[in-house]
């Protein structure tokens, strides 16, 4: 087929029409077994309601120099289960990115596989409550100078920006839903601004539970362990209890102790403290340590990425190549990076 063309307006023959289309700004999820990624601005930041009824509060936030602002709808506030639906988009997008697709900001994604991933039922009931967890995405807004993608945003806007049911069945059940995450969210995804979460992140059953999991995820992949007061814990997790029923919920944490990856401790001093259990790193007797040079070559290379969590995949591919010698740990470590970074 020949392409169109039209005349230039310069007497010198037709020129083609412009390419108007050369991104389409749109992505099926279509990645099976897709690796659980969550945004760290939000793990890091109370975002997400706790309440497990309609929550129509203003939630206002301030913790060294970072705001946050969230306005519900007449529906209430998006909740921490309301999340999953993010997690798995991103989980699709950096799937997808890291085998060098091309993505986009609007994704079309089967409601049942979604479902599946976030270990949900898959009854009439469950398609029902997806749905109503679209309705507060939709509607809650954020206010927050919280940067991602090496932007600040100063504005409101939702976690997603519109969602429509494409497919039903017979019975009105969603079969296949199109979403368009906000572009704040979908930047944190481009600039690789993610961590990746534990699949049994999804078989925490309380919301509180799933907050403190983001929380220790987010510091821990920073540091071996992780020390904070109940007073700054409970500030950080967004929780509404008052601070002796908050102590009380985390004792209880601590006491059934099935938080993934890691172990709580109560230390004197109204102190929680966070430390990764031995499976989370698997390191090895012999492997060797990275320079501050080359840490800061990593975050010049994946610029928003936390770079202990990046060593420690990189650690856990080295160990699983069989742990082979190496001249230089700094330039496989970067190596490696270079060659994740383009796909």
Request: glycine residues 6%.
């Amino acid at each position: 087929m020949s392409a169109i063309s039209v005349p230039d307006g310069t007497g010198q023959g037709p020129t083609l029409l412009p390419d108007r289309h050369r991104q389409v700004d749109f992505f099926i999820c279509d990645i099976f077994d897709a690796i659980p990624k969550d945004d760290m601005a939000t793990m890091e930041h109370p975002v997400f309601s706790l309440s497990t009824r309609p929550d129509r509060r203003i939630l206002s936030y301030e913790h060294r120099g970072t705001k946050v602002e969230v306005t519900p709808s007449v529906k209430g506030l998006a909740t921490i289960h309301d999340k999953d639906i993010l997690i798995f988009c991103i989980s699709q997008l950096m799937a997808a990115v890291n085998a060098g697709r091309a993505v986009g900001r609007t994704l079309t994604l089967r409601a049942h596989d979604l479902l599946v991933a976030t270990n949900r039922e898959t009854s009439g009931d469950a398609y029902r409550r997806l749905k109503e967890s679209f309705e507060r995405l939709a509607g809650t807004r954020i206010t927050t100078n919280i940067v991602t993608g090496e932007q600040e945003a100063t504005t409101g806007f939702g976690l997603i920006e519109t969602w429509q049911i494409v497919k039903k069945t017979r019975g009105g059940r969603m079969v296949s839903v199109t979403v368009t995450l906000s572009d704040w969210l979908f930047r944190a995804v481009m600039s690789k601004s993610v961590l990746t979460l534990s699949r049994d992140y999804f078989r925490l059953r309380k919301p509180l539970e799933r907050r403190v999991y983001e929380l220790a995820r987010k510091h821990c992949g920073r540091q071996p362990e992780w020390r904070v007061s109940v007073e700054v814990l409970l500030k950080k997790s967004g929780s509404a209890s008052p601070r002796r029923v908050f102590r009380k919920m985390i004792r209880d944490m601590i006491e059934s102790g099935h938080l993934p990856d890691y172990e709580m401790v109560e230390e004197p001093g109204d102190i929680i403290r966070f430390s990764r259990r031995a499976q989370v790193v698997e390191a090895g007797p012999e492997a060797p340590p990275l320079s501050p040079e080359a840490l800061d070559e990593a975050r010049r290379l994946m610029p928003g990425a936390d770079v202990y969590a990046l060593e420690a995949e990189w650690r856990d591919f080295w160990a699983g190549s069989g742990r082979p010698r190496l001249r230089s740990v700094d330039r496989a470590f970067l190596g490696f990076l270079r060659k994740k970074a383009t796909g």
